[in-house]
């Protein structure tokens, strides 16, 4: 059996003795190269890191299991996040196979379906707040500081440890950094995490070179781009609809560093590459993972040259989550009787 994400990269992680190694099957997701999109787009090289394949469906896992094993270390019996849903499913997930109470507060009406569901199976107690994911979070931290429940949002710095070890797959898959990593961002910090990991394998001699970070917000979303908190942010992905990032800091700091970018696409453009995404490559991410490639479509066609160029796009959660965007932005099915003629027609003229 592969060793589990705490135990294999636990000399890069703030482990001590007394952490608990727990498991749910967290990281060691494919990293698989584009068939199609690759040609069309014009890059040397391109892959797609599917984040989806974690056990909640999201690169959160990755995160969760270091914050959550701290806690259990920390003798904490609760934990609490606000989410725009793939981290509300993620600390459900953890809090119940450690058996903690885990509270999630989520913005009412507006997490997707998928994720609403994992929450409430995982027996996570919800409280869907009348607000947006920023507002959730300015209260979540109050809640955390008051009462003894670990906070398990990418505030909490071990969320950040155990995110950046999707960079270190990146390179051991692929021998070395890629040229440019194109990932969504909402609250930041998974750019910021990323960004911790190639720079920690560069300095320990596992890779010689550090990508280019290219963050990608939503346009009705883009504080980072505009300088500016926004505070009715918009957007139809939902998991990036957040106003006021929480690692604004750590986003720039990747940004400038690495000599990249952090840009927005519009929901036409997410949407677009949402499809895309899946019927040509045959990936299934969910609307906000989209952004990674809809950036990169972006950049390409504003004439920057990926030809020679190694590119990996994060796909950070799966598209099952949420059913209904996927229904709504695809062609509608073709409702027939069961008739064996008919069926043929359609089959034969398409
Ligand atoms: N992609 C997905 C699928 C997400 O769920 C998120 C964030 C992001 C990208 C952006 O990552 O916040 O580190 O910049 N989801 C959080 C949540 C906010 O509550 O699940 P980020």
Redo the contacts with the bound molecule.
Sequence with gaps: MEQCLLAKYRDFLPTTPQTPIITIGEGDTPLVRSQRLEREIGCGELYFKL??CNPTG???DRGMVVAVAKAIEAQNSAII??????????AAAYGAVCGLTTFVI?PRGN?ALG?LAQALIYDARILAIDAN?DKALELVRVLAQKHPIALV??LNPHRIEG?KTAAFEIVDALGDAPDYLF???????????YWKGFVHYKQVGRAASTPKMM?FEAEGSAAIVRDKVIPDPKTV?S??R?GN???WRG?VAARDESGGEIDCVNDEEILDAYRLLAAKEGVF?????A?SLAGLIKLAKSGYDFSARKVVC?I??TGL?DPDTAIQSAKPLTELPADLETLEKVIVQG
């Design positions: 984040e989806g999201s690169f959160k996040c606000a989410s725009t849903g793939n981290t509300s499913a993620s989520v997490i994720k994911f949002n990418s995110q990932i969504p961002v909402g609250n930041a910090g998974n750019i910021t995490a963050g992905a998991a990036i957040i990032p929480a690692s986003a991410g969910e609307p906000a993972s952004a994060v950070t959660g989550k």
